[in-house]
Every structure is written in structure tokens, then in C-alpha cells.
């Protein structure tokens, strides 16, 4: 009677170790494609930001060496306002993925361009 009860035993047991092997099995793949889904979207989110960064980048330097000649009191205005948006960008932390502020930081350096974009519209 003992041998019959291991039978079952193994029988009931089978069905909790199947779970469990498929469970393990399953959380450890899972793991894998998450971390390469996650390096695939931070990367990809990563070159946006640092495209439109360099986008503002390339716009402030231009309008400054255009700008660089003009002595007037309102274009020194606009050179100040250029200035500190080349200021915001060179002290954005490009190699911390961690920094907290990141999206904060990204928020203020758009205005900035906005407000940018505007002292120059009136330029042209």
C-alpha cells in the first residue's frame, strides 16, 4: 500500500513541480526580453532627446555668430537670452540616465528655446 500511495503521491506533486519549472522558466525569459526591451526604448528615447538638444544646440550657436557683430542694446538682450540657453544645454547631464530632474531640466531648456525663437523672430 505504501508504493501505491508514492504513485499518487508523485502523481499530485507533478502537477506542482510542472507549475513551478514553467513558472521559473517563464519569469527568467520574461526577464531577459524585458531588459532588451527596455535598453531598445531607452535607447531609442535617449537619441530623441539628445536630437532635439542638439537642435536647440545648433540653433543658439547660429543666431549667436549671427548676432555676435550687432551692438545694439536690443540685440545684447537677445545674446544674454542666447547665452543662457547655451548655458542650460551645456550643463545638461547627457551621460546620467538617472539624474531626477532630467524631464524637469528638458522642460525648462524648451522654454527657453521658445523664448529664444521669439527675441530673434523679430530679426528677419
Known amino acids: ?19 513551478a519549472e514553467g513558472y521559473r ?12 526591451e527596455g535598453r531598445q526604448h531607452g535607447t531609442l528615447h535617449g537619441a530623441k532627446i539628445g536630437s532635439e538638444i542638439g537642435c536647440y544646440q545648433g540653433f543658439a550657436f547660429a543666431w549667436k555668430c549671427l548676432l555676435h557683430s550687432c551692438t545694439t542694446e536690443k540685440d545684447s538682450r537677445k545674446m544674454k537670452v542666447l547665452e543662457s540657453l547655451i548655458g542650460m544645454i551645456q550643463r545638461f547631464p547627457y551621460d546620467d540616465p538617472t539624474y531626477d530632474k532630467l524631464h524637469e531640466d528638458l522642460d525648462k531648456i524648451r522654454g527657453k528655446f521658445k523664448q529664444v525663437r521669439a527675441c530673434v523672430s523679430s530679426c528677419w
Open 25 to 36: 522558466e517563464g519569469y527568467e525569459e520574461g526577464s531577459s526580453l524585458g531588459v532588451t
Open 1 to 19: 500500500m505504501a508504493g501505491s500511495q508514492d504513485i499518487f503521491d508523485s502523481i499530485v506533486m507533478a502537477d506542482e513541480r510542472f507549475h
